[in-house]
């Protein structure tokens, strides 16, 4: 199984026919000053696969800071089942994960990596910058 779309939005649902709707895509954050704790952030992933890898699978997301450390780990499973309308070849399974209050405590290049069944998968990166200081007049 691999992840053929990840990013980072505002908001994200999907409908009852099992399309993603987005919301503000971005990958950059401002702030006056760190550390900063953001509202809320949809990881938005697509899972893909075939018949071959139906059944269970280990789902993994690290957000890695600037120096390569860990902000925050999740772990989940997926399931993987036939479902009625589905081309046996291609299965996609959209899935958003809302994250809220993250606090980032430096600014720098940080990334959401996602694994399955302990594989790489996926990287999201976003850059958490400090906003730019308004000049007095």
């Known amino acids: 199984m691999d992840v053929d779309l990840a990013l980072l939005a505002d908001a994200a649902t ?3 026919s099992g ?6 895509v971005f990958d950059r954050i401002m702030a006056p000053d760190f550390p900063v704790r953001h509202g809320r952030v949809a990881l938005v992933l697509r899972f893909a696969g075939t ?5 269970r699978h280990s ?15 999740l772990d989940g499973e997926l399931q993987l089942a036939p479902r009625g309308g589905w081309p046996a070849q ?11 209050g993250i606090v980032f405590q430096v ?12 594989r790489h998968e996926a990287s999201v ?7 730019p200081v308004a000049a007095e007049a």
Not at 19 to 24: A, M
């Open 14 to 16: 999907i409908d009852g």
């Open 19 to 24: 399309k993603l709707n987005i919301l503000g």
């Open 51 to 55: 018949v071959q890898d139906l059944g």
């Open 59 to 73: 789902v993994e997301i690290r957000l890695r800071d600037p120096a390569g450390g860990h902000v925050l780990r």
């Open 90 to 100: 291609a299965m996609k399974i959209p899935h958003i994960l809302n994250i809220d």
């Open 107 to 118: 600014p720098g290049e940080y990334a959401f990596d996602v694994l399955v069944d302990g």
């Open 125 to 131: 990166p976003l850059s958490v910058m400090r906003a």
